[in-house]
């Protein structure tokens, strides 16, 4: 059976970016569902078309893309993608929560968006296996930066990549009847344990 393309939408106030991501994302074998000019129009068109993940400008007229993301997952959560026209901190310090899973600055190119979707999904399912440990989203959050630094762990440690990290930690949590977040934690206290012995050696 066909794989059925991921369904994305769009937006951005620069139709230009628009009528771009609608052509690229097609060639990267997506489907567009929806493209909107400004932050509510996108709201709307999502509640209307359920995409599977939405790729917007962070700076729109009406809504930004952080709270049109808050907005949206309030009703069903979906990953999102944020474009932005210059690195800012305080907005990756902001889209570092909820269902944000990616940050791109443009000009945004066809391999960047290539590599970066696949990466979304991936965060997004891994976000959902632990709301679905947790007691709730809140939860889930703090329970993502954990997963995350373990995960940053083990790619370093181990010389792996990102989701081969992640499956590595349910395959433990599995095997041991433990939840991830459990052993994502005692990886974390590991590495800190091996940190104190390598300062060691290096102070004697």
Do not use: W
């Given at each position: 059976?066909?794989?059925?393309?991921l369904?994305i939408?769009?937006?951005?106030?620069?139709?230009?970016?628009?009528?771009y991501?609608?052509?690229?994302l097609?060639?990267?074998?997506?489907?567009?569902?929806?493209?909107?000019?400004?932050?509510?129009?996108?709201?709307?068109?999502?509640?209307a078309?359920?995409?599977?993940?939405i790729?917007?400008?962070i700076?729109?007229?009406?809504?930004?893309?952080?709270?049109?993301?808050?907005?949206?997952?309030?009703?069903?959560?979906i990953?999102?993608?944020?474009?932005?026209?210059?690195?800012?901190?305080?907005l990756?310090?902001?889209?570092?929560t909820d269902?944000?899973?990616?940050?791109?600055?443009?000009?945004?190119?066809?391999?960047?968006?290539?590599?970066?979707?696949?990466?979304?999904?991936?965060?997004?399912?891994?976000?959902q296996?632990?709301?679905?440990?947790?007691a709730g989203?809140?939860?889930?959050?703090?329970?993502?930066?954990?997963?995350e630094?373990?995960?940053?762990?083990?790619?370093?440690?181990?010389?792996?990549?990102?989701e081969?990290?992640?499956?590595?930690l349910?395959?433990l949590?599995?095997s041991?009847?433990?939840?991830?977040?459990?052993?994502?934690?005692?990886?974390?206290?590991?590495?800190?344990?091996?940190?104190?012995?390598?300062?060691?050696?290096h102070?004697?």
């Open positions: 059976m066909n794989q059925q393309p369904r939408a769009v937006a951005d106030d620069d139709r230009d970016i628009r009528e991501l609608q052509e690229v097609p060639r990267l074998g997506y489907r567009v569902t929806a493209s909107a000019a400004t932050g509510r129009e996108l709201v709307d068109k999502c509640r078309e359920r995409p599977e993940l790729v917007t400008d700076k729109m007229p009406d809504l930004d893309g952080i709270d049109m993301a808050h907005a949206i997952s309030r009703d069903s959560p990953p999102v993608i944020l474009l932005s026209a210059h690195h800012d901190a305080d990756i310090a902001r889209a570092g269902h944000i899973m990616a940050y791109l600055i443009k000009p945004v190119s066809e391999a960047d968006l290539k590599a970066a979707i696949p990466l979304a999904m991936q965060r997004f399912r891994q976000m296996v632990l709301t679905e440990e947790s989203l809140r939860q889930a959050l703090e329970d993502r930066k954990m997963i630094k373990a995960k940053g762990i083990l790619m370093r440690r181990l010389r792996i990549e990102e081969d990290a992640f499956r590595r349910r395959m949590a599995s041991q009847n433990r939840k991830v977040i459990e052993v994502g934690r005692q990886v974390i206290a590991a590495d800190e344990v091996f940190h104190q012995l390598e300062q060691l050696g102070g004697g």
